[in-house]
Structure formats: structure tokens, C-alpha cells
């Protein structure tokens, strides 16, 4: 198989199953680069990217170094996944090509978390959108989509670890496409753009005066990291649900200092809890 001179930005997470991915392709990465969140990421069990590519033999590189060095290595592809941060012109001019994996179905959900929007607003499926990158955030063509059932069970933890599982299996085609030149791409529709920012607290706050489907969205959609928040305290899993009437007569375990029952007009939730986390800027 012919080689191309590959980079990828990447946070733990996307960034392993896409390494691997093109490692068990053959395919070799002359350099990942990747950043340091001050909490727990990528919300599910993963290995951290800089062991990873450790045991990989990749060379590993944190924030600026590494971009630094991207815009010197003349690559012929820059995948960027989940980095968080936004590469100047210089660097993704410095590549033939630079695609971004974007997880939601492009053009809606533009924006730093779309995996907690979408579980927030109780979507019936999202998807992974590969596109080139651009001046418009999130705006690029596509060269690759596809759709995903969102599950009841869904949160963000088990919703990023799908859509990251999704990454890898689009990687044969795009490997394949740019070795033969055919890497086609459309214009994003206009249509159904949307774009939501960073999440608030507010956003993640359990409200007692809703009923219990819109607190649900907001507890899957904050769990496992940060949580959903709840006076004063951190929910960061739902251990049982009650629906309807039955809810007023649920058992008082919220004297626990690890558990919080929420009593809802139309339910309730037990959830388990901790509490807050350090303050601190989050996807």
C-alpha cells in the first residue's frame, strides 16, 4: 500500500481510534498532536493519547509545539478530531489537505459539544461528519457522513464513545480516496444550520418545576463528566427511574450522602452524586 504523510490533532478519545485505526491499515502517522484537559476526558474508560501513541511509536507533541511542527512537515492529510481548538490558516495551509471530524450531521450542530446538545434535546439520531476544514467554524465541505441512532440509554459518555467508533470506520474510505485522488466533497446546505455553544451550568441544571423526559435529557446529556447539577451537588449517573403517580410514594433515600431523589410532577429520578467539580473551562 502506498503511504501518505499523515497528522492528526486529537484529544483522547477520537484521537485512539483513529491512530489505531490507520496503524492496523498500514497506514504510518509522522506526528499526533494533543492537549491537556484540566478533567476527566473523553467522559468513558480510554487509555491517554500520549500513552497511546507512546505504545504506538508515534511522536506525540502537546498544543503549540505540535502545531508548530505540523506547519513544518508537509503533510498530504491533517485529521483533526475533537481538539478543541481552532488551527490558523498557516498550519492547515501547510497541508495538501486537512479534514475535520465533526460529530453531529453537519450542518446542524456546529459548535464545541454537540454530543451534549443533541442527548439535551432529546434528537432521535445524530451522526459523524468528516469535512474540510475552513474559515467558517464547522462550515467546510463533506466528504463523508453518516447517521446514528441515538439510544434511551444513551449519555454523553457512551454517545461520544460511538461516534468515535464511527471515525474509525470511515477511515478506509478516506485513506483510499485521497491515495487515488477522489477525495469528492459538496457544499454544506444552508438549510438546517444551526450552531449552539459551550454549555452553561444552567443548561446542566436539574429543574424540579419540568417533568421527568426533559430532566432525563439533561441528566444523559451531563453524564458521566461534568454531571447535571442538583442543589448544590453533582449527579454524574441515574440509578433508578420511577414514571407517573407512583413516584410520590418512592422510598426516602436521599438522606444518603452519595445518593439524591428527585421528585418530579411526573416521576422521579434517584440518582447517584458528588460533589462539584473544580471550576474549570469544559467542552
Known sequence: MAHLRIGLCALTGFGNVIANSLV???????????????????????????????????PCFIGAEGEARIASAELDLLLVATYHRILGERIVGSTKCALNFHPS??????????????????????????????????GGDVVWQRALKVRPSDTQGTLRRRLAELAAAALPQIISKSLNGHLNSKPQVPDGASYWARPRDTDRTIDPQMGLEYNLRIARASMPYPGAFVDGQVAD???????????????????????????????????????????????
Open 24 to 58: 492496523a491499515m498500514g497506514q504510518r502517522l509522522d506526528l499526533i498532536v494533543t492537549r491537556h484537559e484540566q478533567n476527566p476526558f473523553p467522559y468513558y474508560p480510554e487509555v491517554n493519547l500520549e500513552a497511546e501513541a507512546a505504545r504506538l511509536g508515534i
Open 105 to 138: 450531521l453537519l450542518p446542524s450542530y456546529r459548535g464545541p459539544n454537540p454530543f451534549f446538545w443533541v442527548l439535551r434535546n432529546g434528537e432521535a439520531k445524530t451522526g459523524l461528519t468528516i469535512h474540510h476544514l475552513s474559515r467558517v467554524i464547522d
Open 237 to 283: 449517573a441515574i440509578i433508578k427511574v420511577w414514571k407517573g403517580k407512583v413516584a410520590a410514594s418512592a422510598p426516602n433515600v436521599d438522606r444518603q450522602s452519595d445518593r439524591r431523589l428527585v421528585l418530579l410532577c411526573d416521576g422521579a429520578m434517584l440518582l447517584s452524586v458528588r460533589p462539584p467539580l473544580p471550576s474549570a473551562s469544559l467542552p
